[in-house]
């Protein structure tokens, strides 16, 4: 905290948005931090446009930092892979959850399909659904049914045999 000539009482602010391995921090008074963070949204779409050509791997954070309180709220935001063309619907599935993003976490047919529409594939839920299914058959794929519905992720063997496809 600093005092102004005046007497009034400033706290300084900052705050720190991080997109991958890159970072931009604002420092100001708090009324003006405040103000900043209020215009977030905005601010978050010009600094995604500015580093789109960056594509981070990972899920990317944004902390605000309070520095007279010390606190930190994390807010995750997420990334849609880039896949390649694909000639099918299951080889299009394997190619998003190989990605570190499919990797991450499991996903729901949704996000799935979210992430293929992203990469200008299209194909109905009921199709997404029907070769989810087929990859949990040819257990390239696992799922298990959550509070959001199933989740699927791609299984470790298939993970080991793309490695070993590699080298």
Known sequence: MSREGSGDSKQEFSIRVRVGDYEVELKGARK????????LPKLMTDFSKAFSFLRPKSASTVAIKAITTGSVKETPMENHPKIPKVDSCGE?????LESDWGKWRPRTLMEIKAVLESNGIFYSGSTLASELLKLVKEE???????DKGYVYII????????????Q
């Open 140 to 146: 390239k794929v696992k799922r298990w049914k959550t």
């Open 32 to 39: 003006e931090v405040m103000d900043t963070i209020r215009e």
């Open 92 to 96: 299009a599935v394997l190619k998003v």
């Open 155 to 166: 299984t470790e063997k298939e993970i080991l045999a793309d490695k070993e496809g590699v």
